[in-house]
Every structure is written in C-alpha cells, then in structure tokens.
C-alpha cells in the first residue's frame, strides 16, 4: 500500500529538494512500478548533444528514492547507501529520459530497487541501475 499519491509525492519532493524542481516528473507510480521522467534541457547535456551520466544518475537515484518513499512515507533522511549504475547505449537527442524503477526489497532498515532508464519512445534501455536505501529507524 502507497503511502503517497503523485501530487502528494510532488509536494514532498517539492519541499525536500527545492534544488531540483522541474528537474523531475512522475509519470506512474503504483505498487509494481514508479515511472519517473527527466525533463531533458541544455543543462542536462554533455558536449556531443548526448545526455550526460550523471544526469541519469540522478534520475536512477531519484526514482529509487521516491520508490521506497511512496512505501515508507515521508522519511526525508532516508540515504542511498549503494549505487551500481552501467550505461549501456547513448541516448537519443533532444526526447526525455525514462526511468522504470521497482522495488525488489523493502525491509525494515533497507530498501532496494532496481532501475531501467530508457529514451522516451524507445524499447532499448540506455542505463540499468540498482540502488539500496538506508532508512532511518522508526521512533515508536
């Protein structure tokens, strides 16, 4: 059961990370899946018109940041404690960059979530990244 709806999700990020604000859209988030998109612009690209790594490395952190917060609520120091991420084909000009991330574990003290980043419109995956999150604990 999700702790949060998308405006809900929005207005939390909004108020926890003002620095990327427009950065960052939720396409669908639902129990199985979150998809998250990066609004791609000049600011996101490296020289050759291609999006830069770490812009896609903060989608991937982002998606999986929101994917254990919709399950946990609103933990706001809730950290990534590992991040393998393989870029594995150059993505397409000028479209916005697609992540589908889902959760493979949600525990008590970890989460981990696996992430496919893809060109919007395309079927081939750009980058694979999975994430575990260090959440703080409850105070009962």
Do not use: W
């Amino acid at each position: 059961m999700l702790k949060f709806t998308i405006p809900e999700m929005e207005s939390f990020l909004k108020e926890v990370f003002p620095q990327v604000e427009g950065m960052f859209g939720i396409d669908q988030m639902d129990d199985a899946l979150l998809v998250m998109r990066l609004f791609n612009d000049e600011r996101h690209l490296r020289p050759g018109g291609t999006v830069s790594g770490p812009a896609m490395f903060s989608l991937a952190d982002v998606a999986a940041y929101v994917a254990t917060m919709a399950r946990i609520g609103p933990e706001a120091l809730t950290v990534t404690t590992h991040c393998s991420i393989d870029f594995m084909r150059k993505p397409e000009a000028g479209r916005d960059i697609l992540a589908e991330a889902r959760v493979l574990k949600m525990g008590r003290s970890l989460s981990v979530t696996d992430v496919l980043l893809f060109s919007e419109g395309s079927d081939q995956a750009v980058a694979h990244a999975s994430l575990t999150y260090s959440i703080p604990p409850r105070r009962d």
